[in-house]
Nanobody, 123 residues
Framework: VQLQASGGGLVQAGDSLRLSCAAS????????MGWFRRAPGKEREFVGS????????IYADNARGRFTVSRDNAKSTAYLQMNSLKPEDTAVYYC?????????????????WGQGTQVTVSS
């Protein structure tokens, strides 16, 4: 499975962005998908995840209430809607396909990773 993340860019604080993650194969529709990010000089951190059918979503504390993960299995695509962006959200955002059908926050359960898309939020 190959993943193509897109939608990043330079925005101002308070703005919104929607990231997309297109999977190359429909088999990804049977697996949970997740979003992670890595800010400069920091460890990779979990952002949000969605179960295979979209029925369950989980979020990091700093994303809950501002970010929404969704998916369209007919398009083999997952989305990360980010609202009320803050400068501390600046990072490279990665999407991933899990080995499991269940949403999860730990990187070890993810098998396939996209190349990342840069999000920069200016103050």
């Amino acid at each position: 499975v190959q993943l193509q993340a897109s939608g990043g860019g330079l925005v101002q604080a308070g703005d919104s962005l929607r990231l997309s993650c297109a999977a190359s194969r429909r088999t990804a529709s049977n697996n949970a998908m997740g979003w992670f990010r890595r800010a400069p000089g920091k460890e990779r951190e979990f952002v949000g995840s969605i179960s295979w059918n979209g029925g369950t979503t989980i979020y990091a504390d700093n994303a809950r209430g501002r970010f929404t993960v969704s998916r369209d299995n007919a398009k083999s695509t997952a989305y990360l809607q980010m609202n009320s962006l803050k400068p501390e959200d600046t990072a490279v955002y990665y999407c991933a396909v899990s080995r499991s059908s269940y949403a999860g926050r730990y990187p070890d359960v993810y098998r396939y990773w996209g190349q990342g898309t840069q999000v920069t939020v200016s103050s």
